[in-house]
């Protein structure tokens, strides 16, 4: 349940409401308020802060609840369905935190984080949470911190300003150093670095696990008996840590797949006869991310499908002119969960995205996907602000929350970005209201990607344009040896005036994570990601890029992981199609000496 501590929100006064009663856009609007950080006085930077416990309301009804339930203490940021649900396939039932009580008497407690510390610091704070997860990770009860749930752990964070945590590993929390080359956020499956018997990490040795952070803890010699593993990322920092009973990942096991849930059935049925033989695998360091792309909307019958466009034109070239049907997108996302894509991410391409917060069928595409795949997953199309047929105005990031809650880890932004990037470059000023800044400055950066659809338009010389250009491998055709890479909306059917490079040098600076790079000139096309794009583009930035657009065999992935600084590569067509698995992309790779997830 989430933890409401604003006593009126959204039109109605905490406590005085039944939670069954209140409606999921009534709790995206309580924990978007809750969560803002857009007024500084509300954070608690100087102490811990620890308060006697106020009157507050939740966000949903307990599940189960006797001695065998697991405590979940949700704060109201992020994807925390996904824990959820591995507790579930787990075969376990959930409890979630409704009082301070709930976690002093709690038989086990995860405590999962996404978003901003701070933010998650002051929710427990006002609430008494953050006294009552003090003692009882003081008295060695069985704890499990993940991501956030782990950096609280420490004596302070420097992620807004100087932000105390519980203060119980010495130790700050600092972000990553994007000068030394690395891509911040860290993006993507890691390696582990076991440094003593961790319990919940044995077997798991040599395996990738999934990360997504921008902030990190260090080891030191003050706080060397917390830590049980360490991962490089630039530098050695803290990927775990065991103390007695307690422990935390800076890592998501619910999203690194059967290795991840291997680690939660350890801590959570640690007397378990399920054993399982040890994880043989070779992770050495940060692999490069294969990604499956389902595009979704409704065919002509009414149906949802996934299909798969030619430069973005998806319905077949026949006298019918109907939509082209690749599968059904459940379906198609769980059968690459077994075939080992590392992520997946959905496209919301149909017209019912027009009304984002009635948008059921990607709801219900990302809740029934997000039950039994245990690997990212990302969303866009229609992520943007709204106002209904009723005159009711809907923010971007009550509509971002209802995919998060749905469970998504990453929200897809375009047209929105965009426009965004071109107000914040013809003035320099960040207002704060743009979606991608508002969902980043919530959810952090990490949990927003920028979809940038460029579109080919030759030149004769560099400085023909004010944009930025480069020399193309393939010339024009009337022989053209330059080419600026315009930006589309609406699908590609609007071109707009800015280029992909000065797009994702502004979208970088407004709060990006990463960005998904497709090429509308390559789409479908079969004949390699346009590399020219790909590399200005990941030059050009410090966060992640994903290669997108063009694939048709094994051969173009190694050829875009070695030519240029992309962390990922993402096909559709010759994954649907089957004339290309991605084990066998993954195969090519491990020949070609480029370190992928097996």
């Known amino acids: 349940m989430v933890v409401n501590t604003h006593t009126q929100c959204s039109g109605y006064r905490g406590g005085e409401m039944e939670a069954s009663k209140l409606n999921s856009l009534q709790f995206t609007t309580v924990h978007n308020s809750l969560l803002s950080r857009s007024s500084p006085r509300k954070l608690h930077n100087n102490s811990i802060n620890f308060k006697s416990p106020i009157k507050f309301s939740v966000r949903a009804s307990a599940v189960g609840g006797g001695d065998s339930a697991v405590t979940l203490l949700d704060y109201g940021a ?8 591995a507790i579930r396939y787990l075969g376990l039932d959930i409890k979630e935190v409704q009082t301070p ?34 003692t009882y990770v003081e008295n060695d009860r069985p704890f499990l911190g993940i991501c956030l749930g782990l950096q609280l752990l420490f004596e302070s964070s420097e992620e807004n300003g100087s932000v105390k945590g519980l ?11 994007s000068s030394g080359g690395c891509r911040v956020p860290h993006i993507g499956w890691n390696a582990l670095k076991i440094k003593k018997d961790s319990v919940i990490l044995d077997d798991i040795a040599n395996c990738h696990v999934y990360f997504v952070h921008s902030y990190r803890a260090v080891p030191s010699e003050e706080n060397e008996e917390w830590v049980s593993s360490t991962c490089n990322y630039g530098i050695d920092f803290i990927s775990s840590i065991r ?22 059935r350890k801590f959570l049925l640690p007397n378990s006869s399920i054993t399982k033989k040890p994880f043989e695998r070779k992770a050495t360091k940060l692999a490069k991310r294969v990604i499956a792309c389902l595009d979704v909307r409704t065919n002509d019958n009414g149906d949802l499908v996934v299909t798969k466009g030619d430069q973005y034109d998806v319905r077949e070239q026949t ?7 690749l599968g059904k997108p459940v379906e198609l996302a769980g059968q690459y969960y077994i075939d080992g894509a590392d992520e997946v991410s959905f ?10 917060l009635g948008d059921l069928p990607m709801l219900q595409i990302l809740r029934y ?11 866009g199309g229609g992520i943007r602000d709204f106002t209904d047929a009723n005159g009711r105005y809907y923010s971007s990031l009550e509509v971002a929350s209802e995919y998060f809650r749905s469970g998504a880890d990453k929200i897809s932004i375009g047209s929105d970005a965009v426009y965004a990037a071109e107000e914040y470059i013809k003035t320099g000023i960040k207002t704060g209201k743009s979606s991608l800044e508002q969902i980043s400055r919530v959810y952090g950066n990490q949990a927003v990607v920028v979809s940038i659809d460029p579109r080919r338009q030759y030149l004769t010389s560099p400085y023909e344009v004010g944009f930025k250009s480069v020399k193309v491998r393939n010339l024009g055709p009337n022989g053209e040896e330059y080419a600026w890479y315009q930006c589309t909306v609406n699908g590609g059917r609007e071109g707009r005036p800015i280029g992909a490079y000065e797009l994702a040098k502004a979208v970088e600076e407004l709060g990006a994570g990463e960005i998904l790079l497709n090429c509308i000139d390559c789409d479908g096309q079969g004949k390699g990601f346009d590399i020219d794009l790909v590399k200005l583009i990941s030059d050009a930035v410090s966060i ?40 066998s992309v993954k195969d090519h790779l491990l020949k070609k000496g480029i370190e992928v997830r097996i």
């Not at 992020?78 to 649900?85: E, H, P, T, Y």
């Open 347 to 356: 496209l919301n391409i149909t017209g019912f995205r027009d009304f984002p």
């Open 243 to 264: 103390r007695g009973n307690v422990h935390a990942v800076q890592f998501h096991p619910e999203k690194s797949g059967d290795v991840g849930l291997s680690i939660l």
């Open 101 to 134: 009580e709930d976690i002093l008497n709690a038989k086990r407690l995860i405590v999962p984080g996404v978003g901003a510390f701070a933010a998650m610091m002051d929710v427990l704070n006002r609430n008494g949470m953050a006294e009552a997860l003090h």
């Open 78 to 85: 992020g994807n925390v369905q996904s824990i959820r649900n």
């Open 167 to 177: 203060g119980l590993i010495p130790g700050v929390v600092g972000r990553f150093d």
């Open 369 to 379: 996907t997000s039950e039994n795949v245990f690997v990212p997953l990302t969303v």
């Open 319 to 325: 006298k019918e002119n109907e939509v082209r049907n």
């Open 544 to 583: 992640p890029v994903i290669a997108s657009s063009g694939a048709g065999k094994v051969e173009h992935f190694s050829e875009v992981f070695s030519q240029t600084n992309a962390s990922a590569a993402l096909a559709a067509g010759i994954f649907h199609r089957k004339e290309v698995p991605i084990q």
